[in-house]
């Protein structure tokens, strides 16, 4: 597993389109998102350990900040095949255990990954009303605790949400938000051989 950060995509950033199939058997695009108060674009997975660390805590910041108008959608874009627990499959149990309480996306041909600038999960973008760019990057500044190659402890650093929960406040109160964000760190997305970005 190689340890990645985000690319940080310039903010002011229109949010790219997308219409990719949920957990649930539906169609979900940008368009669906038009009209709330904000956006929060979420690069995911099942198995990354980063991600398990913030899973519960994201599920439950989603559910509050969802009830205040900023909506969230959670998209995976590894290769499926060579990572096969992160598959459909194996996405619609995970939406089920954590509770996510937003779209669960699958972008099989990673062409979503790629207009986002993604680099890692959890990598994390939060748009405007006008579905503009104004944060990416952590959750917050908590990691989980590597004890062993693929044995994590999350119990030591539990995760807030709190940067993004700073940027979200920050929005909702018409405010503008400070450039100065640190970029998420987790694993890299796993792309398909000859897919990998420039």
């Known amino acids: 597993m190689a340890t990645t950060a985000s690319n940080m995509l310039v903010l002011g950033h229109t949010a790219a389109d997308f219409s990719l199939p949920d957990t649930?058997?539906?169609?979900?695009?940008?368009?669906?998102?038009?009209?709330?108060?904000?956006?929060?674009?979420?690069?995911?997975?099942?198995?990354?350990?980063?991600?398990?660390?913030?899973?519960?805590?994201l599920a439950k910041v989603?559910?509050?900040?969802?009830?205040?108008?900023?909506?969230?959608?959670?998209?995976?874009?590894?290769?499926?095949?060579?990572?096969?627990d992160d598959d459909m499959v194996h996405m619609i149990?995970?939406?089920?255990?954590?509770?996510?309480?937003?779209?669960?996306?699958?972008?099989?041909d990673q062409k979503v990954a790629k207009a986002y600038s993604a680099a890692c999960t959890p990598d994390i973008y939060l748009f405007n009303a006008e579905q503009k760019l104004v944060y990416r990057g952590q959750f917050d500044a908590s990691r989980p605790l590597r004890i062993s190659s693929g044995n994590y402890d999350s119990s030591q650093h539990q995760?807030?949400?709190s940067d993004l929960i700073h940027a979200m406040d920050t929005l909702l109160d018409d405010r503008?938000?400070?450039?100065?964000?640190?970029?998420?760190?987790g694993c890299n997305i796993k792309w398909k051989a000859g897919n990998e970005p420039n």
């Open 176 to 185: 503008h938000i400070d450039a100065a964000q640190t970029p998420s760190m």
């Open 62 to 84: 989603a559910l509050q900040y969802q009830e205040m108008g900023i909506d969230f959608v959670a998209i995976n874009s590894n290769d499926i095949e060579l990572y096969p």
């Open 159 to 161: 995760a807030t949400g």
């Open 24 to 57: 649930d058997g539906n169609i979900v695009s940008l368009d669906n998102f038009k009209g709330n108060k904000g956006l929060v674009v979420a690069f995911i997975c099942n198995h990354c350990p980063y991600v398990i660390h913030i899973a519960p805590q």
């Open 93 to 108: 149990e995970e939406k089920r255990i954590r509770q996510y309480p937003f779209s669960y996306l699958l972008d099989e």
